[in-house]
DNA sequence: GGATATTATAGGATTAGTCATATATAATAT
DNA sequence: ATATTATATATGACTAATCCTATAATATCC
């Protein structure tokens, strides 16, 4: 499971509490892997009894006690091992594509309605990575290196080029349907 | 729940079982849709449950008997209700990435590495992809019109675009970072 | 003769992820 | 005065998906 050597490799930058990595998931990574607060949560608690990481509470006065979790030894060699282990290829489920494998039964401005809806869904997206650049400036912190920042941004890049082509796709698609090339029913 | 839809969208082509759809699946949408053998028997059963599909015993002598399932009226409504909503949204998580935005702590040659494999493995599903043409041919008979064929490509064309631009930029990241782009630790 | 593949359906167990809700305090906005 | 937002953690219920195994007949390969 992913969820848990992500949140290692964030604990390997510094200590940190589940109420901390859900912000930090979600000005960061959220664009490739969103992270449900109940399940960071859980994900903790599983971390800890496996000997990855360890908690301490740390009291506060005007608000409520933060359970800080710190990496152990044995976090980083698991981080360490993850990370030269290649993943279970996964083909991740597209649900835009399967409403347009079974398209053909509507009309033509039906057809390009679908498509005009996942475009402009990638330009929102487009437009939210522009962002992140700003958003990342704020946890450059956490960056032991700008080697570690450079990986960061490459998964930015990797975001935005991914859905550039993609949009590139469906305006090819809405040109060529509005041109008359979308077969009869 | 998407599987619903795609079970649906393949029986208003024509009666099919369990069997057959599997073989379906995985001859033609696999590359954004895969299903999993025991998920298509259980879905048909929560279709029928649900009456938006009919079953049939159809029996053979030498062979299991087969359930056939055809398509309700019902089912045809549902289907078309779907069709025209467009999906949540949904970020799908992405392994690779998650392993590049934390590769910061490796050395450049096991990056690299990183990126080769992945490099591999998009080489090998653009590989995939163009057998798709001659397996689809097998199934045109589904195909009610040039129109479904027209979308069924359409979604290949989708995946091999992705599939082209995610392999475009792994291969500039490699030659970056061979470039001395990537940080010192 | 024995092993494996094909056709055909089904259920148990488990995991990952989602959604809703609960609890508690303090600060801020309207 | 009231409502909302931020800080902080946690559990219950559920769905989707995956993996494994079982069953049963026939056909084919070595």
Same mark, same amino acid.
């Given at each position: 499971?992913?969820?848990?050597?992500?949140?290692?490799?964030?604990?390997?930058?510094?200590?940190?509490?589940?109420?901390?990595?859900?912000?930090?998931?979600?000005?960061?990574?959220?664009?490739?892997?969103?992270?449900?607060?109940?399940?960071?949560?859980?994900?903790?608690?599983?971390?800890?009894?496996?000997?990855?990481?360890?908690? !301490?509470?740390?009291?506060?006065?005007? +608000?409520?006690?933060? &359970?800080? @979790?710190?990496?152990?030894?044995?976090?980083? =060699? #698991?981080?360490?091992?993850?990370?030269?282990?290649?993943?279970?290829?996964?083909?991740?489920?597209?649900?835009?594509?399967?409403?347009?494998?079974?398209?053909?039964?509507?009309?033509?401005?039906?057809?390009?309605?679908?498509? !005009?809806?996942?475009?402009?869904?990638? +330009?929102?997206?487009? &437009?939210? @990575?522009?962002?992140?650049?700003?958003?990342? =400036? #704020?946890?450059?912190?956490?960056?032991?290196?700008?080697?570690?920042?450079?990986?960061?941004?490459?998964?930015?890049?990797?975001?935005?080029?991914?859905?550039?082509?993609?949009?590139?796709?469906?305006?090819?698609?809405?040109?060529?349907?509005?041109?008359?090339?979308?077969?009869?029913?």
């Amino acid at each position: 499971m992913s969820l848990e050597y992500a949140i290692l490799g964030f604990l390997n930058y510094k200590p940190l509490s589940g109420y901390d990595l859900k912000r930090i998931f979600d000005t960061s990574v959220q664009h490739f892997w969103p992270a449900d607060q109940s399940q960071i949560y859980r994900t903790l608690t599983r971390l800890t009894e496996r000997g990855w990481a360890e908690m !301490e509470i740390v009291e506060q006065s005007d +608000r409520p006690d933060r &359970k800080v @979790y710190h990496i152990t030894a044995a976090g980083r =060699e #698991a981080l360490h091992r993850w990370l030269l282990t290649p993943p279970h290829p996964h083909i991740p489920r597209n649900a835009d594509l399967i409403q347009v494998f079974f398209a053909g039964q509507l009309s033509d401005d039906e057809i390009v309605a679908i498509f !005009e809806r996942a475009a402009e869904r990638v +330009r929102g997206v487009l &437009k939210l @990575y522009e962002r992140i650049p700003q958003q990342v =400036e #704020a946890y450059r912190e956490y960056m032991e290196s700008p080697r570690e920042f450079f990986c960061w941004m490459l998964t930015l890049e990797a975001g935005f080029k991914s859905a550039q082509a993609n949009l590139n796709w469906l305006e090819d698609v809405i040109r060529r349907i509005k041109n008359g090339e979308m077969p009869e029913r």
